[in-house]
């Protein structure tokens, strides 16, 4: 083994900041998500909207990728993006999703599993016009995931795209919101010795029945 190879192999933490248990943590898994998520945002800790998302191609490689919350509520959780990316591509032909927040500074991860459904049109373009404008048009300017020459593509469709536009770019056909409908969460809490706690929580019979799983 190299030397680089064994630091990297000692690299060590131990995890004490906090707890999670049956008696404290909410029946409810999207109440355990609201008040984590606003303990990160409260903790100002570094983009705590930020979540991988993971989508399996009809090879059946998986692929994963990173990017931010927009929404949640009783129905799911929801971010934007190309429809015609890698991953709008992959959940066409295989709708189920897995998301994973992790939280560094708070020694916490949460986990996500379930479909994946679009968000209504009137969903996306509510939340498209209350973007920045070079955003809106950045979304007409990037062909997503696609092959191109070099920088000046996105600069020049961006330029194009702005003077057809102007202040007033419309959604275009190819963007919007995924919505992933859970039936599967889970909370990682750091603890000391790696005896750490995690809480899965499952949707059985239309009811979440929570179960603690070893580390």
């Not at 809106?136 to 300017?141: E, F, P, V």
């Amino acid at each position: 083994m190299s030397q680089i190879s064994t630091h990297i192999a000692d690299l060590r933490k131990s995890y004490e900041r906090a707890e999670l248990n049956e008696t404290a943590s909410h029946a409810d898994p999207l109440q355990q998500f609201d008040q984590w998520l606003q303990e990160a945002i409260k903790a100002e800790i570094a983009e705590p909207n930020a979540m991988t998302v993971a989508t399996v191609g009809s090879n059946m490689r998986p692929s994963t990728r990173v990017v931010l919350i927009k929404g949640y509520d009783e129905r799911g959780i929801v971010w934007y993006t190309n429809y015609d990316s890698r991953k709008g591509k992959e959940l066409a032909g295989n709708p189920f999703a897995a998301l994973q927040f992790h939280w560094v500074d708070l020694e916490r991860v949460v986990r996500i599993e379930g479909r994946v459904e679009r968000v209504s049109a009137q969903e996306s373009d509510a939340y498209f016009n209350s973007r920045p404008l070079d955003s809106r048009i950045g979304a007409w300017a990037s062909p997503q995931s696609q092959v191109i020459s070099g920088r000046s593509v996105l600069v020049t469709n961006a330029a194009k795209y702005g003077a057809q536009f102007l202040l007033n770019p419309p959604r275009p056909p190819h963007w919007g919101g995924f919505r992933l409908v859970p039936d599967r969460w889970e909370f990682w809490q750091g603890r000391k010795s790696r005896l750490h706690d995690r809480l899965r929580y499952e949707l059985r019979n239309n009811e979440w029945v929570r179960e603690r799983l070893a580390p």
